[in-house]
């Protein structure tokens, strides 16, 4: 009787799901009005700079200040974002409780470029590199989709640098099926022949879905769309490879530092399934959740930031052993 409640539900769901998406593609295939051409005004942001890594390369990064005697956050982006597009809406709630830096990943953004392919655990080892030069380690490491891969090698290739892990909107891994592995390797491919080809339709439709969802968002339109075209093809196509390819199932359970998972609940590109199984698999990480699909980092700005900021402060509060200054102004700004 339980299966065929269980099976009921799951078909509901499974409905639900495919109304929903028929809805957006409804919206998204609604024709363009003709825009007007605005500047690429940013909203206020971070002092932002470029990192030389000795052997390595430039990594751009913005950074803030925060309360004295806290770790750093190190705020790492999902792919084909950047760390402005990520993580602007929750910087002020952050830095009111810790001081952070944010960078661009390579290939991403204003990142690195580097002849190598791209790879997640490269990605990771310029995180390491820019931890050592700054002298700020070990941090607590924030990680949103493709930046949950990356910190969880982080601390897998480089455990002295980190003290705490905080995961959002990511799994334990997206090869589990050999249609999800068709799927990121076909992203991959979609994402390079989108930014090479006739891309600034669908940039256009994905801004105009965004913007109607948050319509706090208009006055930055023409920045978010110049912001969504600084990667470099194929650096975004071979990252979309890599994630097809990421498994932490063999080392997931050896996390021995405090964790957290964020859980975004409706999320169409990583199902809450694969986020839930992240967070069975790392011993005692806190599940957080956050009610948004993948793009709930732009489009719901206070529940992003203010569920972000609880994660955080769990987890600082089980690194510090103690209270986390800072956290009931970091609350009140999320």
Not at 51 to 66: T, W, Y
Not at 128 to 156: D, F, H, K, R, T
Not at 225 to 230: D, G, W
Request: charged share 25%; glycine share 8%; net charge positive.
């Amino acid at each position: 009787m339980r299966r065929l409640r269980r099976a009921g539900a799951s078909s509901t769901r499974s409905r639900r799901d495919l109304r929903e998406e028929a809805a957006r593609l409804r919206r998204m295939a609604r024709p363009l009005e003709e825009a007007r051409p605005d500047a690429p005004l940013p909203p206020p942001l971070p002092p932002g700079r470029v990192e030389l890594l000795p052997g390595r390369g430039e990594l751009f990064l913005r950074e803030a200040e925060g309360p004295d005697g806290v770790p750093h956050v190190l705020l790492l982006h999902g792919w084909t974002a950047t760390a402005d597009l990520n993580w602007w809406r929750a910087f002020p709630a952050v830095s009111a409780m810790a001081p952070f830096v944010a960078v661009d990943h390579r290939g991403h953004g204003r990142g690195m470029r580097s002849e190598e392919p791209f790879t997640l655990e490269a990605a990771a080892d310029d995180a390491a590199a820019l931890i050592e030069q700054l002298g700020i380690g070990p941090v607590l490491v924030c990680g949103y989709s493709m930046g949950g891969p990356i910190s969880m090698l982080l601390w897998q290739r480089h455990p002295h640098l980190v003290a705490g892990i905080v995961l959002e909107a990511t799994a334990l891994e997206w090869r589990a099926s050999l249609r999800e592995r068709l799927i990121w390797k076909t992203m991959g491919l979609v994402e390079y022949v989108m930014r090479i080809g006739p891309s600034k339709g669908l940039v256009e439709r994905v801004l105009r879905d965004a913007v109607e969802q948050a319509p706090d968002l208009a006055p930055y339109r023409p920045w978010l769309k110049a912001e969504l075209r600084r990667g470099d093809p194929g650096d975004l196509a071979e990252a979309g490879r890599a994630l097809g390819r990421y498994d932490a199932r063999g080392f997931a359970g050896e996390v021995d530092v405090p964790a957290a998972v964020v859980v975004t609940t409706r999320d169409r590109l990583v199902r809450p399934r694969k986020q839930r199984a992240l967070a069975k698999a790392i011993p005692g990480a806190k599940v957080f959740e956050l009610d948004g699909d993948h793009d709930v980092c732009l489009v719901s700005p206070e529940e992003f930031a203010s569920v972000t900021v609880a994660a955080l402060t769990d987890v600082l509060g089980r690194v510090t052993k103690r209270p986390v200054q800072g956290a009931a102004e970091a609350a009140r700004l999320a």
